[in-house]
């Protein structure tokens, strides 16, 4: 793998080799970001591959992936830096016996060592050797006072520390800030970035992903599990299965060493994809519970049996 892109097709070509289905879109917005060293914006509901973008482009580059996990709370301490106070109070306690000034132990005790790194820190301490790539998780559900702070420090990559001064990061991080859109995100940070949105795949993009990532399994059962999957997305469900619950109910399948659906298997493996008891019950009730739209809920697609 190259540590830089030339062309998008590279762009396409490379992420296919580490096994990420991407259309040409998403491929041009990962080599512009790369090249003007602005972060992606990635918009899409749950499970359709938007953290998997970042992981694969740290495999890619053979950089650290840093990740963020946003949350209600999260405030900027917590994804900058924290001191050490255990570690400071013993070497408090260690240095007064040697009878040293207060100015000099307090000296001592605020240095790089005494640093507990969280994300954004590290991103910038570990850029002086390859830029790593930050992956900044389910930005909206963090609160909006820690967005405007994220918004702060995405626009020159410095934070200052008052006990040892300005830190700036020698190599821009790639960023990959992602959201599922549980609320609107402020203007402000998406124009600090390039903006991408994720949507569910479509019929020969979601086969492509399963044979990719699930060698060995068979085409005409990953056409009938993608059959499957297209048709219950059409269905109002609380939360609609994502690419992810799609993988993971073909690597369950698998396991279970099945070679095609039949309703039974559908009946026990249902947690596979689906997450609320509201919708297990909406599908027992709505969809399971009439024999003929279980057959074409697994059947094949039309032409390709």
């Avoid at 070497?91 to 790089?112: N, Q, S, T």
């Avoid at 967005?147 to 990959?176: C, H, N, R, W, Y």
Wanted: with cysteine; proline share 4%; hydrophobic share 40%.
């Amino acid at each position: 793998m190259s540590s830089h892109f030339e062309s998008i097709e590279q762009v396409v070509s490379e992420l296919a080799q580490g096994r990420y289905v991407a259309d040409r879109s998403l491929a041009t917005v990962l080599f512009l970001a790369h090249k003007l060293e602005k972060p992606i914006f990635l918009e899409g509901e749950p499970g359709v591959g938007k953290t998997e973008v970042a992981i694969v482009m740290a495999q890619l580059f053979q950089t650290d992936l840093i990740r963020l996990q946003c949350y209600e709370g999260l405030d900027s301490s917590t994804a900058l830096y924290e001191w050490n106070y255990p570690k400071q109070l013993l070497h408090i306690r260690l240095e007064e016996r040697g009878e040293k000034k207060k100015d000099e132990i307090e000296e001592m005790i605020y240095r790089p060592e005494f640093l507990v790194e969280r994300p954004l820190l590290e991103a910038i301490r570990k850029s002086d050797d390859k830029a790593p790539v930050l992956l900044i998780d389910e930005i909206d559900r963090s609160d909006e006072e820690f967005e405007a702070f994220l918004l702060e420090v995405l626009s020159d990559f410095q934070i200052t520390i008052p006990e040892i001064g300005t830190l700036k990061a020698k190599k821009k991080p790639m960023v990959v800030v992602t959201s599922n859109r549980t609320r609107d995100v402020h203007d402000a940070l998406k124009r600090r970035c390039l903006y991408h949105w994720i949507d569910y795949p479509s019929f020969e993009k979601e086969h492509e992903i399963i044979m990719a990532r699930l060698p060995g399994i068979e085409s005409r059962f990953v056409r009938q599990i993608t059959h499957f999957m297209q048709k219950i997305r059409s269905f109002d469900f609380l939360k609609k299965p994502g690419v992810s619950e799609t993988l993971d109910w073909a690597r369950a399948l698998m396991v279970m060493e099945k070679r095609y659906l039949d309703e039974d298997v559908v009946r026990e493996t249902l947690g596979c994809f689906l997450k609320y008891r509201e919708d297990i019950g909406r599908f027992n009730q709505e969809i399971w519970a009439d024999a003929d739209t279980r057959g074409e809920y697994l059947e094949n697609r039309p032409g390709e049996g």
